[in-house]
């Protein structure tokens, strides 16, 4: 799938050693604005310990996990929907983006410049979102000016569209975002073909110190961020970014030995991982046994036939029948025989809606 999570922020914040410590690719870090000017972009595997349960229970020769994008995009300053820093071409790397990762600096170190000489979280989240919402305001009237003269005429769809604009320009106005909208689904078509940077999902991050890993509720900024996100409706997490760094350059058993040491389950990154994928309306199906167990992404809402699509055309093409079983009886009954034995093997037409967590073989004929 060709989803892609735009990493964004002011700059120095910690978003491209957050994207070096997600990716492994090494991207530029500076202690200077701007040190990323073209954007980055690295595949990421998707943590998923169901695909261990089911490579155990349902042995094959290989276990491949599914992965999405991340684009690690340069940082941002006030005034950049005038073009201030390089704003228009940040701007437009946005736009390009499916899903926003927010970064907001939630440590002090005198040694790392903040561009605006204080932390404030609350503050930089502000700088940002107003300068999305005065790009997308920009682009509202521009866009109203040429409706206006089609819906004035019988044309139903600059009718629509003026509506949809007309609801969406007060928001932006009182600096808010398009995504806080309540829209139906015939107006959300229309939203999705305005491309405008704050309809699009968000997902706050803290880069919180790495004394704050093992209970992030003691970054005296971290609550402030939750706070903020909630309002929106949107999801904050914490992320030691450049201690995770560190964590992704370790073998297996030193990984373990740090994050014990820092009183830590897993890997922040994980969780930034799975929760940029669900941010995208990500879900995962899996197929099991014989030359690979594999993890498939699939978007949600799709139905078996197009799922099937994804494997091979040819098997959405010559789609029969989906025979399913949920993880969750899998990881109950232990094996194959025992999840039909107990009637928890289905099969599914072409209306199925495939749900996460799906272990399926497509039947198909061509």
């Not at 994207?19 to 870090?29: H, L, P, S, W």
């Not at 997308?136 to 521009?142: I, Q």
């Not at 806080?180 to 405008?196: A, N, Q, R, S, Y």
């Amino acid at each position: 799938m060709s989803l892609t999570a735009g990493i964004v922020g002011l700059p120095n914040v910690g978003k491209s050693t957050l994207f070096n410590a997600i990716t492994k690719a090494g991207a530029e870090m500076a202690n200077y604005p701007f040190a990323t000017i073209d954007p980055n972009v690295g595949m990421v595997e998707v943590p998923d310990n169901r695909l261990d349960r089911i490579q155990e229970l349902i042995p094959a020769k290989k276990v491949v996990p599914t992965t999405f994008e991340f684009t690690d995009i340069a940082g941002i300053v006030k005034g950049a929907s005038k073009g201030e820093g390089l704003g228009n071409q940040f701007l437009e790397n946005i736009r390009q983006v499916d899903a926003i990762v927010h970064v907001v600096r939630a440590f002090d170190d005198d040694n790392i410049t903040h561009v605006s000489g204080k932390i404030d979280p609350i503050d930089d989240i502000e700088t940002i979102n107003l300068e999305l919402g005065l790009s997308d305001l920009e682009a509202v009237n521009k866009r109203l000016a040429k409706v206006e003269r089609a819906a004035k005429g019988s044309d139903k769809e600059a009718k629509a569209e003026l509506a949809v604009l007309q609801k969406i320009k007060p928001v932006l106005e009182a600096g808010g975002a398009v995504r806080t909208i309540d829209f139906d689904e015939e107006e959300m078509k229309i939203v999705k073909g305005l491309f405008l940077l704050t309809s699009k999902p968000v997902l706050y991050v803290a880069n919180i110190a790495e004394d704050d890993m093992a209970d992030p509720e003691d970054s005296k900024y971290f609550g402030l961020i939750k706070d903020y996100a909630a309002k929106e409706g949107a999801e904050a997490i914490a992320v030691a970014a450049e201690a995770e760094e560190e964590i992704a350059q370790l073998d297996d058993d030193e990984k373990q030995d740090f994050l014990e040491a820092e009183g830590v389950e897993e890997p922040g990154l994980n969780r930034l991982i799975r929760a940029s994928y669900h941010l995208l309306g990500l879900q995962t199906f899996f197929t099991a046994g014989g030359k690979e167990t594999r993890a498939w992404t699939f978007k949600t809402g799709t139905k078996a036939p197009q799922a099937a699509g994804i494997i091979h055309s040819d098997f959405e093409r010559g789609f029969i029948r989906a025979e399913v079983m949920a993880f969750a009886d899998l990881d109950q009954f232990e094996s194959e025989a025992a999840v039909k034995e107990a009637g928890k093997l289905r099969v599914e037409g072409k209306d199925y809606v495939m749900e996460d967590g799906d272990i399926v073989e497509f039947r198909f004929n061509v």
